[in-house]
């Protein structure tokens, strides 16, 4: 049997990585014999670098950046091509794990930290950044990025914002030019929303990252307010910022990429033309991937979904392997997934403790489950 394992990270308990290494464990106590390739992937998000980092011959340069609170923070860009592209991790600077819960407030996070990333790519010569988009604690429509890229909102007094998203229904004016050195950008988007309205990034996104309804339509007003500046005043900043596919993506540092001339693509969509997974699936009989939590976000251009329009497109099943599942199985079913197993549902169920479990013994469950998969699939 050969069986491709193509994961997702775990957010919060397990990397990519230390989920295929588990569900590959699990597999090969039943089935020694059987081929298993392993290419842990990320639609941008968290352990985008750390995947990329393993599967391109690049360079790997640590870069000191601050959180969404301003605090020092490690980051890194991974540069390729001969130093000509560099890959960067918004979640490094920008990342909801960076935050304790009390301290999660769009409201006040900022994107300041990535726009110094972004700095130090550009200054290492690159000519492409390709920004992994993801995971993020912030709401700010990327004007903390554009800050620290000399590119500053004022208010109506001609004073530079606070740093956060609710200080940009203030925002009037700008000052600065982007100091990009005619590099291209890049956005690796894991969603497809737009920055503004029902699906937005205020509306869809923001409670998660602690705002409440209050919170959200605040948000929402003040990234319109800020969109309708950027189209105004920045040079190159497209029309109907507000509506275009990705710009929602992280907390709208989608919207900021696209307003500084760049574009948007997928992000499990760059990452499987950079590890080869194309030739990966060509070789196998199985396919199996997952993520935290398969639900309906998963279909909309995260790794799950790539995956499994991959594989039914080559005939071959695909299972999802994943902590919680709530996607229908007629709507995954559409998607190409053949089948999905939860962790929660492995440890007995949420009325017996079962999401606690899973949060606590992850790489045991996934152990267990890869073994299930090799006794049911194992030829």
């Known amino acids: 049997m050969r069986v491709l394992l193509c994961p997702d990270k775990f957010a919060g308990t397990l990397s990519a990585p230390e989920v295929a290494d588990a569900v590959a464990a699990g597999w090969r106590e039943v089935a020694p014999g059987d081929d298993l390739h392993v290419r842990p992937l990320s639609d941008g998000g968290p352990g985008f670098l750390d995947v990329l980092g393993d599967a391109l011959d690049g360079r790997r340069i640590p870069v000191p950046t601050v959180d969404p609170l301003g605090r020092p923070v490690a980051g890194e860009i991974l540069l390729t091509d001969g130093g000509t592209t560099a890959w960067l991790e918004s979640a490094q600077a920008c990342g909801l794990h960076l935050l304790d819960a009390g301290e999660r407030d769009p409201k006040t996070t900022t994107s ?30 990327g004007a903390g ?18 740093y956060g998203g609710a200080a940009l229904a203030a925002a009037v004016a700008l000052d600065g030019a982007p100091r ?10 894991d969603v497809d929303n737009p920055l503004l309205g029902l699906h937005g990034a205020s509306n869809v996104f923001g409670p998660q990252k602690g705002a409440d309804r209050a919170d959200v339509l605040l948000l929402d007003a003040a990234l319109e307010r800020f969109a309708a500046v950027l189209e105004r005043d920045l040079p190159g900043c497209p029309d109907r910022l507000g509506a275009l596919p990705g710009g929602g993506a992280a907390g709208g540092l989608g ?3 696209l307003a500084l001339g760049g574009h948007c693509e997928s992000g499990i969509g760059l990452v499987t033309r950079a ?10 009989d199985l396919v199996v991937t997952g993520e ?12 799950v979904a790539g995956v499994a329009g991959a594989a039914r497109d080559r005939g071959l099943p695909c299972v999802v392997l994943a902590g919680q599942v709530s996607t229908g199985r007629r709507e995954a079913g559409a998607a190409g997934v053949t089948d999905a197993y939860s962790l929660v549902e492995h440890f007995g169920g949420e009325e017996r403790g079962g999401l606690a479990a899973a949060l606590e013994r992850p790489a045991e469950g996934l152990r267990a489950l890869g073994a299930r998969l090799a006794r049911q699939w194992s030829r």
């Not at 930290?113 to 390709?130: C, P, Q």
């Not at 590890?275 to 196998?284: H, T, Y």
């Open 292 to 303: 935290g939590s398969f639900d309906h976000q998963s279909l909309r251009g995260k790794v």
């Open 112 to 141: 300041y930290g990535l726009g110094v990333l972004v700095a130090a790519a550009v200054e290492a010569g690159a000519r492409t950044v390709v920004i992994g988009l993801g995971g993020s604690g912030t709401n700010d429509g």
């Open 255 to 257: 919207a900021a990429v």
């Open 180 to 189: 990009l050195r005619d590099a291209r950008l890049v956005a690796a988007t």
């Open 275 to 284: 590890i080869g997974l194309d030739a990966a699936l060509d070789a196998v």
């Open 145 to 162: 990025m554009l800050t620290a890229l000399g590119v500053t909102p004022l208010d109506e007094g001609g004073r530079a914002l606070p």
